[in-house]
């Protein structure tokens, strides 16, 4: 085998320009250490691997050469953990709902820097298949933007326009699967064996079975099941979404080298992020759950060194909506970790968050928090409060059965709750992919309507609308104070409400996740600074706390944390170093925190209210306070 390294080596040498080999070389040999072991572990056994992966370290090269002078620089200028700022805050939508276009994007650019955004995530805006597309999550042109959405020429000067004002692009990378419209399924279907290997085509309708006996469910109401049968194909093709989303075989070294590619062209055109899409089911074994395998680690960490020789100010990010005990590993677990994706979202924390919202419980998320590992060096976490998908239950059913360290609560209850199910219960959203309201799969709805703000604007009760006010931001404070990079989801800054209007709309009448994915009301947006309503409100406070963020360096991604459950008043304390106290009331009734027990010290300032703290503190429900020692 050296003797082919060295040869494989030669022939990616040969193939860099002058201009970038000597540094391309340096990173190559650095990164080799990580690349060429996983892809052996993956694939030496492939007769097809020597082949196909000499091929494509010359086109590894041609992309590099072919990185745009300014992206080259960018990657000179990026230290690692160079996002580990108290000021990065990240903001997600969608191209359309958000402005129409990329060009209109690059046209509200302004807006979001002046909301202190400095991380962008457009939700895909890659050509998606026609007809139903799972919100663009069916990909059918990994190098082209969607005609509906602009050209690849906007992109490019979107992220220009970007860049410019210090905000990077994320862009969804959705590897797991491609759009049954896509180039290479079209080919699988006319009957192309090369094709057909790119998916996991399966001819026995036992061994579909043998496989479905022990993998889970995403869509159990929408698409039950995780295989699709396809007569063209002369048997089943594994969908483990919908049946127009084709699962990529990624045991194939073809499908590696083209859409590890794809993902370079991309960041060619600016893309600065990658969110690695369904991080979690890439590998498949029998008698598994298809999920977390070594093997999708594996394929991680040889992307993760494929970026850093080729584009290396990229960052990859997994979205891998699993249990918490899952989740560390994709930051990589080989070595001092660190080799995998250099953000994760923290999906566990986000709906310990609902939940102890809904049963008015501190320690559920104090639980989660102190059971969270510290990333590694160069990785931090994902803090949202909403996303464009539903509220997962299940990644909190180990912690709700009462083995996370907090007493045991009622996940179908929560599901109930937030479906306005619940005597009692302000919100307003619905249950998702549940079979019947006493097995909770997910929970849609935009976060104000959640809170029961909409509810209580309409019914025009002024306590209730403040209640509901100071869950959004208690939820929001929380985000922002916590240890990771905030991510805000678009509209939530104008406290926007679920927009039904989806029930219309021959494609996504069914996908109940629509109910959160609103359009952008640019009339309130546009008059945030003249307007007095609770848009304009919520917009001014979360702007301000955002700059309060990026002026207090204790709230840095990887500052360290701790967080308890204050035991004579249930209210949630988070420490961020010495001298940085967040506190969260999770009930709906006034409580006090002594302000002169040993914990805390005893002088404060009160950030949020502006003002010197007295002890004891009182804490209204719901409320949130940031105290800096003074
Ligand atoms: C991810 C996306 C989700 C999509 C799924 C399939 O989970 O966030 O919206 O339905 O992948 O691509």
Redesign the pocket.
Known sequence: MPSNVNRLRQLFADALSAEVRDRAMLRFDHEELALMPSLRALYAADVRFVEVIGKWLIALAQSINARPPALRLLDEQRASGWFDRSDMVGYCAYVDRFAGTLAGVERRVGYLRDLGVRYLHL??FLHTRSGDN??G??VRDYGEVDPALGSNTDLASLTAALRAQGISLCA?F?L??TADDHAWAIAAKSGSVTHQDYYHRIADAGLVARYEATLPE??PVSAPGNFTRVDALDGWVWT???PY?WDLNWSNPKVFAEMSLAMLRLANLGVEVF?I??AAYLWKRLGTACTNLPECHLVLRALRAVAAIAAPGVLLKA?A?MPMRELPRYFGSGGRGGEECHLAYHSSLMAATWAGLATQRADIVASVLTRSPRPPSGCAWINYVR???DIGWQVLAHEAAGHGGCAPFDLDWVARFYAGEVAGSYAQGEAFQSQGLEHAHGSNGMAASLVGLHRAIASGDAEQQQLARRRLLLLYGLCLSGAGVPLLYMGDELALGNDESFRLHPQRRLEG?WLHRPAMDWVLADAVDAGDGIAAATHATLRRWIGLRAAHPELAPSAPLRAWTDPGSAVLVVARGENFLALFNFTDHVQTLDLRAPDHGDAWFDLLAGCRCLSPLRIEPYGTHWLVRQ
């Open positions: 939700l895909p799972d919100g999550f069916a969804d959705v797991n699967h995403v869509f483990t979404f919908y989303q969110r899409d369904s979205e909506i996303c464009h998908d996740r």
